[in-house]
């Protein structure tokens, strides 16, 4: 159920979005509280929480302002349930990141100090919460009270003790402080009023990512590398190299003990999880090989082993023997594109970002999702044209299939040239050959029954079913075609720099009029209710007018309330206009370009397209927050009060039944 709530204009937008999935994502951080809720951080700042030792996920709250924040590490105050604080850097090297904190289990996080810094690690001490310890990238800070205030105790501006991965307190002694960096680790016994270099036994130049301290025996240590898994049985003096994993899965990114039985020991590595049951003598792997593990924790009350992985959250009842998805509720998957059936606004594809290229589908509006068949090499974006699904290729090219997806075919793409032969006769004569090409497919449209494609290599266009494009347009339309678009009669051509229009299905193009000082071209709409008019996205923003006879000055930019930044291509529905910008935020304008408002998304990544749901309903895909669906217009809205130009009207938006 999501509750949403929109004031137009002049007001504001206040609502929830509800996800709709894939469920699944990469997880970065977990943690356990005391309490029993479970946490999980990602790598855009979201937090999620599991109330019920990780079977079900709902988001929290979100650390900073700022979408590439990675919460690289999660820690529950030991002393106060619902107090955590989250490491964070951001991935804008510039940006740096922070520590933060929450007093509320994870609902609101404020900065708590190291501002500017990227922390890559945090940990907190056993006998006092109020001692934290950060590693960051110029070094070690601590704090003795709680993040009020820090101090740096690694020499500032050392060229080894910098770049940390990790970090360790003694459970006895607080001045005893373990760091973990790029190159080797280190130990201070006083504080930080020196270190000690402590690689002896290590192979050179390991990336310390984890550090762990027996529970039962403080002096001995393991450390997780990008060279291995050690154990030192003397406080980091010496090290020994742990046999049994495979060196392709080594680059292991935590190491745990077992709370309950401590000479049992878990390495989540790129190539599954590792089990020890003898202190790290043998190891055996508990999950597939492509399993890439992130984060592991356990479930205090539940007994559960949770495996963050690349893909979701994976759960054990039986200390590893067996695990099952646990990611119900934990939609954060990475998607590069999406399409929505014309007759079946319920039957959706997504394309997931990955070197698979997954293609997954919902028939019933997000409800529930399938693997579905997907073309020969990996899908990158998917468009539907009548009942035609069309995936772009990874590499390029494009397949195309029915709507049921049952079986791709390749789209072939001929490059015709001109070649010279020599007859018999002595007498030079021309021919035409054939070349296939791959070309980056960026964009979709269709005219009649003849289908075009914008790509990296010109427009091509061919018969809907015939399975073979050519080049059009060629004469006058070269090298990267940014978008195409058809109003049904017209056919528009977006590059760079120029517009092109065919009124007879691409065997002529005339080059139209396009605004001064704006940028690069992006997309090109057009808009219904005014035959003529176009909407064209640039990099300097939207800009709205009629090409076929408007000099570049005649085009109007689109400012109340819409930044002049780049935007994906707009949806233009029955008295509503909807675009993605590059900001992350969605903007609607119910007057036709004249105001716009933004649709708060502070709980959702940053938006990247949007197709219409149904009447009043979009969908919104997210950089990292999956498909989500928003009810802009309730069905007793829909007809008197959008359109209306009415200031003071008010839309209640209602709650999502379907």
Same mark, same amino acid.
């Given at each position: 159920m999501a509750m949403l709530l929109v004031c137009w204009p002049g007001g504001s937008f206040a609502q929830t979005w509800k996800r709709l999935g894939p469920e699944g994502g990469q997880v970065i951080s977990l943690a356990t509280a005391d309490s029993g809720e479970i946490f999980l951080g990602t790598a855009d700042g979201h937090v999620f929480a599991s109330a019920d030792g990780g079977t079900s996920w709902a988001v929290r709250g979100h650390v900073g302002q700022r979408w590439d924040a990675v919460v690289q590490a999660l820690v529950a105050d030991s002393a106060e349930p619902k107090k955590m604080f989250a490491a964070v850097w951001n991935q804008d090297p510039a940006a740096g990141g922070g520590v933060y904190w929450s007093t509320d289990a994870?609902? &609101?996080? %404020?900065?708590?100090?190291?501002?500017g810094e990227a922390v890559r690690a945090l940990a907190q001490w056993r006998r006092d919460s109020k001692v934290l310890v950060a590693g960051t990238k110029s070094g070690v800070f601590r704090s003795p009270d709680g993040g009020e205030t820090w101090k740096r105790i690694s020499p500032e501006g050392d060229e080894e003790l910098k770049n940390l991965d990790s970090v360790a307190i003694d459970p006895q002694d607080l001045n005893v402080i373990y760091a973990g960096t790029y190159h080797l680790p280190w130990k201070t016994t006083d504080g930080g009023q020196h270190w000690t270099a402590i690689g002896a036994g290590m192979i050179d130049d390991s990336d310390i990512m984890s550090l762990a301290i027996d529970r039962s025996n403080p002096v001995k240590i393991f450390a997780s590398a990008c060279s291995g898994?050690?154990?030192s049985e003397n406080g980091g003096e010496q090290w020994t190299k742990l046999q049994g994993i495979p060196y392709a899965s080594r680059r292991t990114q935590q190491i745990l003990q077992d709370p309950e039985n401590l000479g049992v020991w878990f390495a989540g590595t790129t190539e599954g999880l590792w089990k020890s049951a003898d202190g790290g003598e043998n190891w055996e792997r508990q999950t597939e090989r492509d399993v890439a593990v992130n984060a592991i924790a356990f479930a205090n009350r539940e007994a559960r082993l949770l495996v963050g992985t690349d893909e979701g959250v994976r759960a054990s009842?039986?200390?590893? +023997?067996?695990?099952?998805?646990?990611?119900?509720?934990?939609?954060?998957?990475?998607?590069s594109g999406f399409a929505v059936a014309e007759e079946d606004r319920d039957h959706v594809l997504v394309v997931e970002e990955s070197g698979s290229g997954k293609i997954l589908e919902s028939k019933n509006g997000g409800k529930n999702w399938r693997e579905t068949k997907a073309p020969k090499g990996a899908a990158v974006r998917v468009f539907v044209i009548g009942d035609l699904w069309i995936a772009s290729l990874r590499g390029g090219g494009a397949a195309y299939s029915d709507s049921k997806g049952q079986r791709w075919r390749d789209l072939r793409f001929l490059a015709r040239t001109a070649v010279r032969k020599q007859p018999v006769s002595g007498k030079r004569t021309a021919a035409l050959a054939d070349r296939l090409v791959k070309p980056e497919v960026l964009a979709v449209t269709a005219v009649d029954e003849t289908l075009l494609l914008a790509t990296d290599e010109g427009l091509w266009g061919g018969r809907i079913r015939?399975?073979?494009?050519?080049?059009?347009g060629e004469q006058s339309i070269g090298g990267r075609v940014q978008d195409v678009w058809s109003?049904? +009669?017209r056919i528009f051509a977006t590059t760079g720099s120029a517009v092109f229009e065919s009124g007879d299905v691409g065997k002529r193009w005339a080059s139209l009029g396009v605004?001064?000082?704006?940028?690069n071209l992006l997309w090109l709409?057009?808009?219904?209710? %005014?035959?003529?008019?176009?909407?064209?996205? &640039? %990099?300097?923003g939207i800009f709205a007018g009629d090409p076929s006879v408007a000099g570049s000055h005649l085009w109007r930019l689109a400012q109340a309330g819409l930044p002049a930044i780049a935007t994906e291509p707009a949806l233009l529905l029955d008295g509503l206009w909807v675009v993605p910008a590059s900001n992350g935020a969605v903007y609607v304008s119910r007057d036709e370009g004249k105001d716009w408002e933004r649709l708060p998304n502070e709980s959702v990544g940053a938006a990247v397209d949007v197709r219409e749901a149904g009447p009043g309903r979009i969908y919104v895909l997210t950089k990292s927050?999956?498909?989500?669906?928003?009810?802009?217009?309730?069905? &007793?809205?829909?007809?008197?009060?959008?359109?209306?130009?009415?200031?003071?009207?008010?839309?209640?938006?209602?709650?999502e039944r379907r």
């Open positions: 994870g609902a &609101t996080w %404020q900065q708590r100090g190291l501002e898994i050690y154990r009842a039986n200390g590893g +023997k067996s695990f099952i998805a646990s990611e119900a509720g934990f939609s954060h998957r990475v998607l015939e399975g073979v494009v050519w080049r059009m109003d049904g +009669k605004p001064d000082g704006a940028g709409r057009t808009d219904a209710t %005014q035959s003529m008019r176009v909407l064209l996205g &640039t %990099q300097s927050d999956g498909l989500q669906k928003v009810v802009l217009v309730p069905e &007793t809205a829909r007809n008197s009060q959008i359109g209306t130009g009415s200031s003071s009207s008010l839309v209640k938006l209602y709650k």
